[in-house]
């Protein structure tokens, strides 16, 4: 039987004997797949600056509207159009309170449009930063295509750069990044660190996929390097609640691929592997980051960094953000209980008032108050809803998933995210979602959650 896609000999002829299956999978839904990751991938490129290859001005299309935000919309068009490809994903049981939570973005738009007489297409280009999550849709096509793994080796090569640039920033205060702010923090003890926002490129999912690779396959020395690549920018972000997260993320796929192998045995193996993983990190930041000394007083004074001020309600965690909640729900109180008040020019625009500033640096800086104060009890009901049976879809799958996968890594990634943000996160985080809509990641986790959901009905694996 002659290979496909192999010489094949017939008397003094020599032809070449395709699969007709062959060709329409690699030259026609691979290079489909491969089209679709490669213009999402361009958007999130464009959208972190492009690394400062390309000068902002040569994708900038129009003021502030850049092409990336073009290709969002694009993306999402064309993912909507071709909606039946992933048909039995778009009707799946799991992704209707999705779908219900952008229709009621949409409903918000429409009546703060009415009740604010923005002009509409102003009004929509102003709320570009809302529709990132609406990029379910094209991952829900890209999933299906199975296109996901490609747009991680696109991805990875400017992670490895960003991260580069990113480390580097952080110890001059020179903007090597674009798209970057860097600002100087006092820290206890006379010390004085740059704090650099932004600019990472997913170097996060990176290094939480070696780490998950090592707890569920086997540990690999070379990947080291990588590990500490990946997460010295965020030691240098000097971010407290990043670092719980990680914590939090790291033990949590201990502690569910101990209960899916139900070998508690292996709790020992893998705590000896964190502690390998902790010193190695440790060593490499001793040896290859300057004056390691000094960022070792910096990140120890920022841990313990505040604890008086937690302690009599004031400070970081204190007195702001308890004013801000007030504020927020002073705001929702006084104005539509059950709609909120929507897009409101003071977040679309800008604040006009000493009172709206601090009511416009509440709505970013919290999260389920700024969903009460702009979406109102509907939205807020929306939200919980979304929040808490995502973690118990996500449980559910993790624990009935017959193999360790790519598409297992991210559930376990959505389902500690939301557990995080409900139990251990500050800042009164309490749900995923915020005035922009789905917090950063969702919009792939989401639909890599309803695609497992659906496989394993099919096949019986989840009843």
């Known amino acids: ?55 902002p001005k040569y994708y900038l299309v ?43 973005i949409l409903f918000e738009f429409l009546v703060s449009y009415l009740r604010y007489n923005f002009g509409p297409i102003e009004y929509f280009f102003r709320l570009k930063g809302l529709w990132t999550s609406f990029l379910v849709f094209p991952f829900l ?107 939090f993320t790291i033990l949590a796929m201990v502690v569910v691929n101990s209960l899916n192998k139900r070998n508690y045995k292996i709790l020992f193996r893998q705590s000896v592997l964190l502690i390998i993983m902790a010193l190695s990190i440790t060593f490499a930041f001793i040896k290859f980051i300057p004056e390691s000394d000094y960022y070792v007083d910096a990140l120890s004074s920022r841990i313990f960094q505040g604890q008086e001020d937690v302690k009599y309600d004031e400070g970081t965690y204190g007195t702001r953000v308890n004013t801000q909640n007030s504020s927020l729900i002073y705001l929702w109180m006084n104005s539509d209980i059950f709609f909120g008040i929507g897009f409101h020019p003071m977040w679309v625009i800008g604040p006009d008032s000493y009172e709206e500033t601090i009511i416009y640096g509440a709505l970013s800086d919290v999260s389920w108050p700024a969903v009460l104060a702009a979406y109102g009890l509907v939205g807020l009901l929306i939200t919980l809803i979304i929040q808490f049976y995502y973690i118990f879809i996500s449980f559910k799958i993790i624990r009935h998933s017959p193999k360790v996968s790519l598409y297992t890594f991210m559930v376990i990634l959505l389902f500690t995210k939301l557990v995080f943000d409900s139990t251990a996160g500050f800042s009164f985080i309490f749900v995923s979602t915020g005035l922009w809509g789905f917090f950063s990641g969702l919009n792939i986790y989401i639909p890599v959650l309803v695609f497992m959901y659906e496989n394993y009905k099919k096949r019986g694996i989840l009843k």
């Open 1 to 55: 039987m002659p290979v496909i896609g192999a010489p094949s000999v017939s008397g003094d002829k020599t032809t070449m004997l395709y699969s007709e299956n062959f060709l329409k999978d690699e030259l026609i839904v691979n290079l489909r797949a491969r089209v679709l990751a490669f213009f999402i991938f361009l958007y999130y490129f464009i959208q972190n600056g492009t690394l400062g290859l390309i000068p």
């Open 62 to 104: 129009y003021r502030s509207i850049r092409l990336s935000e073009l290709i969002l919309y694009a993306l999402v068009i064309y993912s909507l159009i071709l909606y039946r490809e992933y048909k039995d994903l778009f009707k799946s049981k799991s992704f209707l309170i999705t779908k219900i939570f952008l229709l009621y």
């Open 141 to 247: 096509l890209l999933i299906k295509r199975g296109g996901l793994p490609f747009l991680i080796k696109l991805i990875f090569p400017v992670a490895v750069i960003s991260n580069l640039l990113y480390i580097i920033t952080a110890l001059t205060g020179i903007p090597f990044l674009p798209d970057v702010e860097i600002i100087r923090q006092s820290l206890p003890g006379d010390i004085e660190v740059f704090r650099v926002f932004g600019g990472t490129f997913f170097g996060e999912l990176y290094f939480l996929g070696i780490v998950y690779y090592w707890i569920t396959k086997r540990f690999r020395l070379w990947q080291m390097g990588l590990v500490a690549l990946f997460i010295i920018p965020h030691i240098l972000a000097f971010g407290r609640l990043a670092w719980v997260s990680f914590v």
